[in-house]
């Protein structure tokens, strides 16, 4: 008999993987239908809808950073790489005559050395009864850059654009890094590609399409929604950015140079990056034969400053006119610094004010003194 699949959703980031990974949780069943188990067992305790348990604790285990929100949990960090081929090798064993999905996008971290090659090998051993298939879709790289600024930005101090491009890895620039390494592990024939870019809203019935699930579970009322992780508008997410670099720094001059730099043209890190991009532009033109529409990369340096400058530009959220990162010394978490930035603004700039609170309780919704001034500029503002 013909061995059954173990697809693998292996990212990228910032492609619609949260929409893909909530449909495949909230409908085991229709997946089931289809003949696709969606294993309960590799979810992490604080994101129960991916597989991040199984890529993350092989991270782990080669001494790699792993993310806040997954080491934040001990419970995750319990978990190793080892237990989780071991239950692999039992799923593949019990469900032989089923494919298996199993969706992670911090598979993609894999691509930071070539001895990761091991261990897509060991997940591909221990899955014995099936056939290793990996699903990828690819965003135009200077979009997937700077959607990934943003969402980085909102949770943690980030210098300018152009120096956060500088400071990634080669294969968060190159995604032909990744693809190679999949390719060379599983097969080229095993690695199926798409284009996010095309696809945009539509990729959830492409996903469904190609695993055969049926369309009538998109539509039915059990059916997740698109989820959308709507990045805040580039004039105000500079604003929220520069807030975000006063928090725990003491040194006045650090933070504003953390604020104000930009990359320095022949400086090392722009003349890697520039390299980066040079070698990441033709890798991208061997992609094209595999990808249903055409990927394209517009990922040059001088891009680079026309985002940063983009991201300059005028806001309806605005700071003070003086800003002393000493006021700040205090304030142990961002929002501290959003509820104080509340007081400074309120009754000069209700809007900013409302901005400033507004964030404050989305990082912390359960504290009372924040949603008490919330609803007080709701009030204000309505």
Known sequence: ???????????????????????????????????????????????KTNHGLLSLSAMREKGLTLPLWFSRSQKNMRKSFSACLSEISKISDKHGDK??????????????DSS???????????????????????RNPLSYLASWYLQVSKEHPTPKFSIFAARQPEYQINHKKTIDLWSKSLGRENVHLFSYDKLKDKHLENFCNFLHIPHQGIDSP?????IENKSKPFGE????????????????????????DSLRENSPEYNQLKTYLEVAIEDYSSLKPHL???????????????????????????????????NFIKCTEIADIYRELFYLTTGRDDLS??????????LRPSGP?????????????S
Request: net charge positive.
């Open 369 to 381: 003194l924040i949603k008490r001034l919330f609803d007080y500029s709701k009030l204000l503002n």
């Open 222 to 226: 059990n059916a997740t929604k698109i």
């Open 116 to 138: 990761s090659e091991r261990l897509i090998g060991e997940i591909a051993n221990a899955a014995q009864n099936h056939n290793i298939v990996a699903i990828c879709y690819l």
């Open 1 to 47: 008999m013909k061995k059954k699949n173990l697809f693998i959703h292996i990212g990228y980031f910032k492609t619609g993987t949260s929409t893909i990974q909530r449909f495949c949780s909230d409908n085991t069943s229709l997946l089931l239908d289809a003949g696709i188990l969606y294993p309960s067992q590799f979810r992490p305790e604080n994101n």
């Open 292 to 326: 249903d529409s055409s990927v394209i990369n517009n990922l040059k340096i001088d891009s680079i400053f026309e985002v940063e400058d983009k991201l300059n530009q005028p806001s309806s959220m605005q700071l003070p006119l003086s800003i002393n990162p000493d």
């Open 99 to 112: 494919n298996i999905l199993i969706s992670s996008e911090e598979f993609v971290h894999f691509s930071i």
């Open 353 to 362: 004010a409302h901005k400033f609170i507004e964030e404050a309780h989305r």
């Open 237 to 260: 997410a500079e604003v929220l950015r520069r807030i975000k670099c006063l928090n725990k720094i003491t040194n006045p001059q650090l933070a504003y140079n953390t604020i104000h």
